[in-house]
């Protein structure tokens, strides 16, 4: 029996969750091989796990120039070389874990992983294939770090291929998928359902809002987007999403009470039910994350991109207002006039709808199995 050893990190949920449909569609499809989820940074030190996971979203949350600044600076310079120097030492901990599994595939979703595997694979350590998923629309050179040893990357999109090309890389090991999603994204839905289950009229003018979850980021301009959507144009309606953050949810509910829009809005805290909620609305308000923005293709769905974290969300937003899917509300932009740029324009939702689904790769998850297990 084949196996395979997935590797994904502590915090950006777009690891996890690429990683997770990876290992569903392999177990559901190819009965033959056995696979292990696991997440590298929590293996190899839970002390270490509390620390950058919580670093993270602190920085996120309370001072996104500083993680801006990590993010670039860890590209090259001191920050570069210390963090391959502690991935080295990490390296022969997480070697533990592959000795005990011994798989024939490494899969990684997340750049430390990658780079593990690639230091102990030029150590002679391992000497099973391993892959490398990257889960944002652009790339960062932490992901490149130790390519001479990686035998397959798999991207979202072509110009990331072209700038990995320019860096060095072979072109054969690189490969055009999209970003792992959940095959629920591919399903049907009874939209009426839906609606009927949310209190919502199916005619009206649907948008998903997701507020920001538990970071909360720029919590203020995202309450005045959420305001003004609701007051200032009364033939639409709202699914607001806002996440494990009750401030928000609080925030929300109140303001849709005091507007009288009770039959209009509707406030979740939470949702597991987002492919049914993505095939009912019109449009998405969302932050660029690597998984939404993938989940908003697929789903032939245009954006409005808001509180992008600096770094990888920005270069995200960036390549998704570039490539004319998304408008990104930049922080002295107008938010009445740039909602009514969308709103009161179907033709420009249109076309952002067609050019939605040209850019997505709804053959993830299949293609990137059928090049690793079949070809």
Known sequence: MEKILLFYGSYGGGHLSAAKSLNEYIIKNYPNVKTELVDCIKYINQVVNRLTTTAYSEMAKKAPWAWKKIYYTSEKGLFSKVSNFSNKLMSFKLYKCIQDFKPDLIISTHPFSSQMCSILKKKGKINCKVATVL???????????????????????????????????????????????????????????????????????????????????????????FKTLISDFPDLQVIAISGKNEKMKTMFTDCVTNLHKENTVCVLDYSNHIPE????????????????????????????????????????????????????????????????????SPDTLKTMKTKAKELSKPNAVFDICHILFDI
């Not at 889960?135 to 979202?156: A, K, P, R």
């Not at 789903?299 to 570039?322: K, V």
């Open 277 to 344: 909620l993505m095939s009912i609305v019109d449009f998405v308000i969302t932050k660029p994350g690597g998984l939404t923005a993938t989940e908003s293709l697929v789903s032939g769905l245009p954006m409005l991109i808001i509180n992008p974290i600096p770094g990888q969300e920005e270069q995200n937003a960036a390549f998704l207002e570039q490539s004319g899917v998304a408008i990104w509300l930049k922080k002295n932009d107008n938010i009445h006039d740039t909602l009514a740029k969308l709103l009161t």
């Open 135 to 225: 889960t944002d629309f652009h790339i960062h050179n932490q992901w490149l770090v130790g390519s001479d040893e990686m035998d397959y990357y798999f991207v979202s999109n072509a110009q990331m291929k072209e700038d990995m090309c320019k860096k060095g890389i072979d072109s054969f090991k690189i490969f055009v998928t999209g970003i792992p999603f959940s095959e629920r994204f591919l399903g049907k839905f009874d939209s009426l359902d839906t609606f009927k289950n949310l209190h919502l009229d199916s005619n009206l003018f649907t948008v998903l809002f997701f507020a920001g979850g538990k970071f909360g980021l720029g919590r203020t301009k995202t309450f005045e987007i």
